[in-house]
């Protein structure tokens, strides 16, 4: 079974995964890609997967067959596992638990050679929404304490399967990263008594030299100090602190806005590999007052080395400002007729 | 001029380099690598870097001219710069500086194919030697407040050239990572009136399920909660918070156990890419009793996902103590008779 093991000094989880390979020769072996090859996650090949929790399909058609346009499965090699108790414990001065917890990959379509610029507003509107559904219904599991949904996209962003797909991960203990958001935030609305997305917000839509694109009831921008090129953050106008308590009838203005922010990415910087995470509040504060959910999406065009792993310090060569004028600017790739 | 921007969250700071390429196409541009090429790092080029602030040389020679076993020169396409006042300022709810500070990199050996594996224990201790001296010199500058001294070795790892070099930057501000150090062992201190550091050590010398190597005043172990497989910190068995005021006569072990480290990594992983840091107090902290100074060695075996980025969580598919037993077991690569 994993292991969740605390760093005595800063706090930080780790999950130790013992399922995978321990011996050095190991790590040279990336998982199996699908690059030309065998694909798990492609249609036809549904028992090469556990069994879906949730799929978009035709009337008429099986779970685990053919017919599907979305689909949501467990992970085969997953880093946690959803069964036995967390068994919290001590080892002299350091902390552990039992690697409980929830690991599913969404396969975002049928399509192996599918990208965001390709894919319609519909199907990303159903990705969101599967991502909704699926924390609605884990969050009934009280022994889970934050859900971290993301998406690697290429080899060098972390993907180990070329088919598109995001990954969720629902874990017993709350991250560090949402601990500090919430701590900086906290601190801010103890002060102002204002939210300080909702103020960053306010800011960016008076200056603009930040805002990639606004809709009705979302925004894009390039934070003031992003630590990658052309980061960008998707946040909702409104204040809200969790993504799953977003009402329905948002959903088509968020996909239309994130999805062409993706393929503005895709033209400006052809197609770069990329990461984006949804950062939301914990599963027992969904009703915070300073928290406001986001996604932040990362290119991958920059190394991360010594300095930064050191130091938490980044060095950006690229303003903001100039990010957002190129993306303002970009055509949104694969937008145009076919 | 670059900037030092801290995001309103989290309060992380990142330099916003504008010395470097800004549009798009650029940012796919690499810096100029020396593989096979022109390198300025070796000896003949020494009129291609700035002008040498130390060096490791023969008698006769002089500065700028070959000669020299070791060579700290400013970086010349620096981060930050090293004139000008700070500058602090606001921009609505943001806050900004200038990007002063220092930039330097330390040429480690005139044999541009040299590996940790080649360079001598007495060429591994002038390294390290010249780390101390740069950081005394430095730190009689009162603007500065902490000095961050790594390398990155491999192109995986971030490295633009070749030829066997480590960085130091030193800046205006403490980052976040350390003050998160701090805060941590500070918290520990109170509750215990002991160094986490110290006591971290302690268990480990018991428990050796973890300890790599140790001698007279040094010791190597895999930490409890390592975020990457085979990641390593080297640690002094005294306790000391500051890095730079390590007696003279330490250097000696330091050299001899932590270039053993590296051999021992290079030859159970196949030479990998990795970065290692060091973590010291900062510089107006030179005394602190819960600071404990060391370097972090990290292999670049994995790669660093949304996940990751977005909780600040790690997946580490190698338990320490399994990574420690192969570590224990490595004989030193290129340590026997040539």
Not at 23 to 43: H, I, T
Not at 112 to 118: F, L, P, R, V, Y
Not at 285 to 312: C, M, N, Q
Request: glycine share 6%; proline share 9%.
């Amino acid at each position: 079974m994993p292991e969740l093991r605390k760093d005595p000094v800063i706090g930080r989880w780790v999950i130790i995964s013992t399922e995978r390979g321990k011996r050095p020769s190991d790590l040279a072996v990336e998982a199996p890609k699908c690059r030309g090859g065998f694909c798990p996650l492609c249609p036809g090949n549904e028992d090469k997967t556990p069994p879906e929790v949730f799929s978009v399909r035709e009337l008429d058609t099986l779970p685990d067959k053919p017919g599907w346009t979305l689909r949501v499965v467990p992970n085969k090699f997953p880093a946690l596992v959803g069964e036995g108790d967390l068994n919290k414990r001590g080892d002299g001065i350091y902390d552990l638990m039992n690697g409980f917890g929830v690991h599913e990959v969404i396969v975002e379509t049928p399509d192996h050679a599918a990208t965001a610029s390709t894919l319609t507003v519909e199907q990303f509107k159903n990705i969101l929404l599967s991502y909704r559904l699926r924390m609605l219904e884990l969050k009934q599991d009280k022994r889970l304490r934050y859900i971290a949904i993301f998406k690697n996209c290429g080899e060098v962003a972390g993907a180990s399967l070329e088919h598109p797909h995001s990954q969720l991960i629902a874990l017993p203990v709350v991250p560090k990263r949402p601990l500090e958001e919430m701590a900086g935030a906290q601190s801010y609305y103890t002060f102002k008594e204002r939210c300080i997305y909702c103020d960053i917000i306010r800011q960016e839509l008076l200056n603009k030299s930040r805002v990639v694109m606004e809709n009705s009831d979302f925004v894009a921008i390039e934070p003031f100090a992003p630590r990658f090129p052309f980061e960008t953050w998707v946040l909702p106008l409104e204040h809200r602190c969790s993504f799953e308590t977003t009402p329905l009838e948002k959903f088509s203005a968020l996909a239309e806005l994130f999805s062409t922010v993706l393929k503005k990415i895709n033209s400006a910087l052809s197609f770069p590999p990329y990461n984006y995470m949804l950062h939301t509040a914990p599963l027992d504060s969904s009703d915070s007052a300073y928290d406001h959910w986001h996604f932040e999406i990362i290119p991958r065009l920059t190394k991360v080395a010594g300095f930064e792993w050191g130091s938490g310090f980044y060095i950006n060569p690229t303003p903001p400002e100039d990010a957002a004028m190129y993306l303002r600017e970009a055509y949104p790739a694969g937008s145009g007729k076919p």
